[in-house]
């Protein structure tokens, strides 16, 4: 099992979540709520108001989202629906536990001693230059204040 820490459609609540819990797709269990630990800028960008984390640490804000154990199954089926490596890359960040499930159980559940998990994030470094300049947001809600409505893939 491998850590992904989701930050977009992919969150409950969010359009695409329903892939997380398709076990056809594979296993993807809720660990917990976290924010990364570097500060990230996430904007929504594109014709279709997709949610990007641009893999430029140092910059942004301490992205919020959920953390997932998946099996190797999911994490196959995250990296081709990510278009990954070519719109998202997956790479390993420090994550900021903010709440467990189950609050404080025991084994793989808990995070090491300073709260801290390593997860697997896909973020970009394959953007054009204005995404920089789009406002940065620190969480992602396809219905949120921004007003930039996701447009779902069956409707692309």
């Known amino acids: 099992m491998a850590r992904v820490f989701v930050y977009g459609t992919l969150k409950k609540g969010q359009p695409n979540y329903k892939h997380m819990i398709n076990t056809a797709k594979g296993l993807a269990k809720f660990q917990g ?30 992205v919020a989202g959920e953390i997932y154990s998946v099996d190797d199954q999911m994490l196959q089926f995250l990296d081709e629906f990510e ?14 536990v903010v709440e467990w499930e189950g609050k404080g ?11 801290v998990v390593e997860c697997f994030v896909y973020s970009t470094t394959t953007y054009p230059p204005e995404w920089v300049g789009l406002p940065y947001h620190d969480s992602y809600d396809s219905s949120g204040k921004h007003g930039l409505s996701y447009v779902r893939r069956e409707s692309r």
Not at 40 to 60: E, H, S
Not at 83 to 94: A, F, I, K, N
Not at 105 to 115: K, T, V
């Open 83 to 96: 278009g990954c490596p070519e719109m998202y890359q997956r790479t390993l960040m420090s994550i900021e």
């Open 33 to 62: 709520r976290g924010r990364t630990v570097e500060k990230y800028p996430l904007v929504i960008a594109g014709k279709y108001n997709i949610p990007y984390m641009l893999n430029i640490p140092g910059t942004g804000h301490h």
């Open 105 to 115: 159980g025991a084994g793989e559940g808990r995070a090491a001693a300073e709260g």
